[in-house]
């Protein structure tokens, strides 16, 4: 069964920093890809980040570049997301993603096979 628990959200001042976690399954975990999306209210779920370890690369969205990083703890099958400097229009909700096979941009929803619950990020002025 794959299963992605994403937790470390919170209500933070602008400038500040957070990380996220996301807790994967085996399966999902060593699969192609993992990424980060969110949801802010009334708008639709826009790309974060992505990883491939296996692949080599990494990809962010330029709202974020320099800001935030993904990293992971093999120990502990479990994903970061570090967000620093944190701006009001990174509220939203964030998600984990895990792509089990090729993602060939990684940057889009269809790409992933399985998602987190999500963990909701306030940042406020």
């Known amino acids: 069964q794959v299963q992605l628990v994403e937790s470390g959200g919170g209500l933070v001042q602008a400038g500040g920093s957070l990380r996220l976690s996301c807790a994967a399954s085996?399966?999902?975990?060593?699969?192609?890809?993992m990424a980060w999306f969110r949801q802010a209210a009334g708008r639709g779920r826009e790309f974060v980040g992505a990883?491939?370890?296996?692949?080599?690369?990494?990809v962010y969205a330029d709202s974020v570049k320099g800001r935030f990083t993904i990293s992971r703890d093999n120990a502990k099958n479990t994903v970061y997301l570090q967000m620093n400097s944190l701006k009001p229009e990174d509220t939203a909700v964030y998600y984990c993603?895990?792509?089990?096979?090729?993602?060939?941009?990684?940057?889009?929803?269809?790409?992933?096979?399985?998602w987190g619950q999500g963990t909701q990020v306030t940042v406020s002025l």
């Open positions: 990883v491939s370890w296996s692949a080599g690369r990494n």
């Open positions: 085996e399966r999902a975990f060593s699969g192609y890809a």
């Open positions: 993603a895990s792509a089990l096979h090729t993602a060939a941009t990684m940057r889009t929803i269809p790409e992933y096979d399985y």
